[in-house]
């Protein structure tokens, strides 16, 4: 491409010289480093202290290739934490496979669209495979499919605008409509009920924190009372976020069903073991549901950002979510698969191309025995912090999070705590909350993390 630049002459910019030769070299150096080596676990900086750094980056005749990568590489890098250290056990990380980010930086070079089955064919044979696998550890059936969405967040309300299309089919009628879910479910359930502009009938679990089939039907049964009041979709969380908890799946569903709602699975972070033989005992049920989403981003180590979404049957997400517009007929003639038919998106990278590669190259054998180790990994911290004589277990972990509290200790001790476990370059570990009290919890997704961080981390507590 020629652009004519200021001074008048033209320049080139899509043009391989041999600056960008240089600055290849560089990049891909960089970029194998950081993916053979440890990788620092770093930390955040202000923007003041950035900028007196770096300064303005964007200038009118720009830094240069080399000098660009290099603002990166030696500042701004260095000032974001790495999800992938062994030892960042905060939130849910992040632990994509070296196959999984090698092919990251292929289809970062390979300009794929993949919004429709005309242009991104291949991608998304390949994306569709990926999520074929998950649907079949949870047991739907051949017809179901959907599509990688942004994240967890996305997913859950694209799936939510879909129940209550099925809803407004059933009951037309009704002028209150609510999302039945755990009080214990995740925030973005809460976020999609107010994009929606629909009401959250939030239910206390009464089984330690586990949301069951009695829970829901006394809770639902409540609300419909109310004339012209109805819930067009139930949610269970399979993995809760912050503890790990994993709703009783069948119950909740079997009490969706009887009611004809939508029975909807959050699975952003626990569903990935349903690829793990010692616990897909605990999701007995899911293969109720009418939709599921699980985030391969978090542990089933691919890079950000994919949220599988699948739903049992794709056409009715097909007939909310298909954007029509006379420029986008020539999508709809072929009557093939269009991603952006299923979620709320129309164009999108190929993100689910990561985690197929990564699936394909290494077999699916390889995600069992990674999803074990982190398992036992955390069983194994579980177990370290029953023997510790300060701390104390909150509950058994079911899946991978181990939350814990420390005698004595104040919310402000846990926080200098975690400040200085990140100053001094330990571990990544931010405090929590459970029924209004500090906790501290570890996420292991990390098929790097062993018990010596493990151990590390707790001869500070
Ligand atoms: C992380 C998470 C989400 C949100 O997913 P994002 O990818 O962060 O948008 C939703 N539900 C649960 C249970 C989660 O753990």
């Not at 010596?452 to 507590?461: A, H």
């Amino acid at each position: 491409m020629n652009i004519l630049s200021q001074s008048g002459t033209l320049c080139r910019m899509h043009e391989f010289t041999s600056e960008l030769e240089v600055l290849a070299n560089k990049a891909l150096a960089y970029s194998l480093a950081r993916l053979k080596d440890d990788p620092p676990l770093d930390g955040p900086r202000s923007e003041e202290d950035l900028f007196a750094e770096v300064g303005e980056t964007i200038t009118s005749k720009g830094l240069g290739g080399v000098e660009a990568l290099a603002v990166f590489t030696d500042v701004l890098a260095r000032a974001c934490i790495s999800t992938d250290h062994p030892r960042n056990l905060a939130y849910i990380p992040s632990a994509p496979s070296e196959h999984a980010n090698l092919f990251d930086l292929v289809v970062g070079a390979s300009a794929l669209y993949g919004g429709s089955w005309q242009e991104g064919a291949g991608a998304v044979f390949a994306e569709n495979q990926a999520l074929r696998w998950i649907a079949d550890l949870a047991g739907l059936p051949s017809s179901a499919g959907g599509v990688f969405a942004q994240g967890g967040t996305v997913g859950n309300l694209s799936a939510l605008v879909v129940a209550r299309a099925e809803g407004r089919k059933r009951w037309p009628k009704t002028t209150r409509w609510a999302i039945a879910c755990s009080a214990e479910a995740h925030s973005s359930i809460a976020s999609a009920a107010q994009v929606m502009d629909v009401d959250l009938l939030l239910i206390e679990p009464t089984n330690n924190g586990k949301l069951t089939g009695a829970d829901v039907a006394r809770g639902i049964d409540d609300f419909h009372k109310e004339k012209s009041a109805r819930v067009f979709a139930v949610v269970a969380t399979a993995g809760t976020t912050n503890l790990g908890i994993i709703d009783d799946l069948k119950s909740v569903g079997i009490e969706a069903k009887k009611r004809d709602l939508w029975f909807h699975a959050d699975g952003a972070y626990g569903l990935a073991a349903l690829c793990a033989p010692s616990v897909r005992e605990k999701f007995a049920g899911i293969e109720l549901v009418d939709s599921l989403i699980v985030d391969p981003h978090k542990w089933l180590f691919a890079p950000f950002d994919a949220c599988a979404l699948i739903y049992r049957n794709p056409e009715l997400a097909k007939e909310v979510h298909t954007q029509s517009a006379s420029y986008l007929d020539a999508l709809q003639e072929s009557g093939s698969w269009n991603p952006s038919d299923y979620a709320i998106n129309l164009t999108r990278r190929t993100r689910g191309l990561p985690f197929w590669f990564s699936l394909a190259a290494n077999g699916t054998d390889a995600y069992s025995a990674a999803m074990e180790q982190t398992l036992e990994i955390a069983q194994v911290a579980a177990q370290k912090i029953r023997e510790h004589p300060r701390l104390e277990l909150l509950l058994d972990p079911e899946l991978s999070v181990v939350a814990f509290t420390k005698a004595g200790w104040e919310k402000s001790d846990y926080k200098k705590w975690s400040d200085a476990l990140l100053a001094d370059q330990i571990g990544f570990i931010p405090t929590s909350s459970h029924k209004g009290q500090p906790i501290l919890r570890f996420a292991i997704v990390n098929p790097w993390t062993k018990v010596s961080d493990i151990e590390e981390i707790l001869d500070t507590l």
